[in-house]
C-alpha cells in the first residue's frame, strides 16, 4: 500500500483549521503545529466573540494587495458565499444575518465555531499538536524537516499576520517565507482604530453615531483617544498607509449624511426661528446627541459669546452646518498592532501560484490566509479570504 502524503500545516486559526478538514478528507496525512494551547484563539475574537464568519455580498473590490488584486478573482469565486453556506451547513453551523448583509453563526458565538472547526479536523483524522511552536525549517531531498526531526512531503504555512499578538500573533510565517526567498511586504495596521489630537474629545467621548466618511457609510465611536466603530475600521486601510508615509492624515465626517447640506441649513434657520431662547447646545439637542451638539458648538469656530440661539448669524448657521456634516479630525497614529484585526501587507501575491497557493520559488510550500499580502473590508471578507484559500490549496494539491 502506498503510503500517504504528509502535510505539516503551521497554525491553527480560521484558514489552517479549514485546510486540514478539507486535506485530510482527501486522504492526505495531516499534522497542525499551533504554538497556543487551544486552536483558533483568534478566531474566537472575531465579530465581537459572535464570529463575522462571511458576508453574502463577495466581491473583488471588498479586498485589497499591494499586489494586483484580481489575482485573487478566481479565488474568491470559486469559493463564493453559496459554497460556504452550504459547506458550513454541512457541518452543523447555520447562519444568520446580521447588520446588512454580514454573516454570523446561528449561535452568534465564535466558541461554536472553532468547537465544530476542531471536531470535523479530528474527525478527518488530523494530528493536532497544541503548544508546540516551530522555529526551524530546512528542505532536504524533498522534504521538509520542522524543528530538525518531523520530516513532511508538503508545508503550509497558516500562521497569520501579526495582528494581535497577545492572542499568539507573530511574525514567524514571514520569517519562514523569507528563508525560503520570498519578499514580504511590510505589513501596516488594517482595521484599527485611529488617535487624533483633536481638542474636547473628552466631551463626547462614548458617542456612537451613523456617518459617512470616504462615501462609506457606518457606526462611528468617539473616543478619549480618537475615533473607533466599524467605519473607522473600514477607512483605516488608506489612513494607516498615509501614516506609514507621513506623521499624520485627514478625515473628514458627515455627521447628519440624510439631511443634505441646504436641507440643514433650511431647518436650522427655522429652529434659530422658532426656538431662539434656548441655549445652543439645547437648541442642537433635538436633533443630535447632547454631547454631540456640544461638541459640534466647539468645533464651529463661532463666536464663543454666543450662548443663545436667537443671537446666531446666517453665518453662524452655515458654520454649524458645515460643521455637523464635514467634521474635520487630524490622525496622528492608529492604535497599532496590538489592537487590529488584520494587518495590511505580507507575503507577496505576485510570488505564489494562485491555483493552488503553491509558492512560485519552492516546491510544495503553499501560504494560505493572511500571512499573505491580502486584506479585506469589515465584515466578514477577511475570514472569507481564510476559507477561500485555504479551500483553493486543498481542492487543487496533488498527491506525492
Known sequence: MQEKTKIAIIGAGASGMFASILLSSHDFEVTIFEKNNKVGKKLLATGNGRCNITNQDIKLSNFYSNSNISLIKDT????NYSYCKEFFSNIGIEF???????MYPLSLSSSSVVDILEYESLKEGTNIELNTEITDIQYSKNKYILNKSRKFDKLIIASGSIAMPKLGSSES????????KHKIISPIPSLVQLV?????????SGVKIEAVIDKKRG???????GVSGSLILDISRRVSKQLHFSKSAKITVDTMPDFSYDKLVDLLTKRMKSLKDKELNLWLDGIMNKKLSKFIILNSNIASHI?????????DIKKIVKTIKNLEFTITDTKGFETCEVCAGGVNLSEVNLENMESKYQKDLYFIGEVLDVDGDCGGYNLHWAWSSAYCLATNMKRV
Open 76 to 79: 474568491i469565486e470559486n469559493f
Open 96 to 102: 444568520k444575518n446580521g447588520q446588512s448583509t454580514r
Open 173 to 180: 510565517g514571514y520569517q519562514f517565507a523569507k528563508k525560503f
Open 196 to 204: 487624533s489630537d483633536k481638542k474636547n474629545l473628552d466631551v463626547v
Open 219 to 225: 457606526d462611528f465611536l468617539f473616543t478619549k483617544y
Open 307 to 315: 450662548k443663545y440661539a436667537k443671537f446666531l448669524t446666517p453665518s
